[in-house]
């Protein structure tokens, strides 16, 4: 019983980690970093 949960939490992980990527990997979340960065940045000087 024990295998079969370590597998279910294993597939549960990898899902998580693949909705992570494909959030992370659009553009609106690299325009959404950058405009932080660059007020950020700005605000600071």
Do not use: C, N, P
């Not at 949960?5 to 998580?16: H, K, P, S, V």
């Not at 980690?17 to 940045?41: P, T």
Request: net charge negative.
């Amino acid at each position: 019983m024990t295998t079969a949960e370590y597998a279910i939490g294993t597939l549960a992980a990898a899902g998580f980690a693949a909705l992570l990527l494909a959030l992370l990997g659009g553009d609106w979340v690299e325009g959404l970093l950058r405009g932080l960065l660059q007020q950020a940045l700005t605000e600071g000087t």
